[in-house]
């Protein structure tokens, strides 16, 4: 009886020591590199000028290899995504940005399609109107023929009489 | 009474003349606009048409090498200046890597400088190819590819001869060998 019991507690002690040291090494086993999303999350805002269109996280070249093994290993630094993307900047210059920061001539890319488009609709607008305008003066030119008409009609007839 | 001064003033030939000035105004000013767009473009297009340097004055700059050391290439007249641009990602880089490496161990001691510029890399892949090949002659990272958007390089590797004179004398687009640079840096020599 005795017997029994001293098993079962050293099994129980033998399974319960398994399960901490197992759950241990678990955590052991973990570190502080950044996932593969994290990688991408930043890489799919950068453009490696080898491989024009195409962003770091869908190129396959040796150079956006490196370029991502780059962002990683930042990211283990502890890095946040602005400074990772201000170093990538600072050493490949601005063109790698998938969004270039809004300052100096880079404003132009911003600002020039929305007002492009609104100026191109206001002369849309104006051109509508304005051809409006031509055909209401076209109508209003074609009814004076008509009431033109009705007198020349009217005094032909007045005319008619006399004779 | 209102009403009709109103309709009297938009129909007197003062407010059609104003009316009109401003409308000449408003378009001088969209076309004015939309020919300077279309000039920007244009000028835009032609600088990205032009391909690599290939004659003439080459693009100034100054390279830090991965040693610290600063090199102005507009302060190097008077010693022929080999400009070498390659990555450590560039297998066409490896062809020549060796060569390069033999042109400057037979050359500089006779007033010939080579410059690797090592461009879109990262610094430990860049360290790493320089050791394999044991790479001797200055090397550094071309800072924001503001040396290579000058030189307005189509990829690498790209080298560029430049005389005492500070002329450019040769371009090799792609891969080259050491008899290459030999031939043009004996008749620069000879000069």
Known sequence: MVKTWVTRQFLFSMFVTCMLFGSLGNVLAQDNSPTDDEVNAISKQLYCPVCESIPLDACGTQACIQWRDTIREKLSAGWSEEEIKQYFSNQYGVRVLAEPPIKGFNKLLWYLPPFSLLIGSLLVIRLLAKTRTNLNTLDSGISNIDNADRYVDRIENELKQWE | ?191
């Open chain 2, 1 to 191: 009474m209102g009403m009709s001064r109103i309709n009297s003033t938009k129909t007197s030939p003062s407010y059609s003349i104003i009316r009109h000035a401003k409308d000449k105004l408003g378009q001088i000013a969209v076309w004015t606009l939309l020919a300077t767009l279309l000039v920007f473009l244009a000028i835009k297009l032609f600088q990205s048409s032009l391909g690599p340097v290939r004659s003439g004055t080459p693009p100034d700059f100054t390279l830090t090498t991965f040693s610290g050391q600063t090199y102005t290439l507009s302060e190097l007249k008077g010693q022929i200046v080999i400009v070498n641009f390659w990555a450590s990602w560039c297998d066409p880089c490896k062809a020549e890597a060796a060569d390069l490496e033999m042109i400057w161990h037979d050359y500089k001691d006779r007033d010939v400088l080579l410059l690797g510029i090592d461009y879109a890399d990262t610094k430990d892949e860049a360290l790493t190819y320089l050791s394999t090949w044991n790479i001797t002659y200055p090397n550094g990272p071309d800072v924001g590819t503001r040396i290579s958007q000058s030189y307005r390089i189509r990829g690498v590797p790209e080298t560029y001869i430049v005389t005492q004179d500070g002329l450019l004398a040769k371009s090799f687009i792609g891969p080259t060998s050491y008899e290459n640079i030999a031939v043009i840096l004996e008749a620069l020599l000879d000069k």
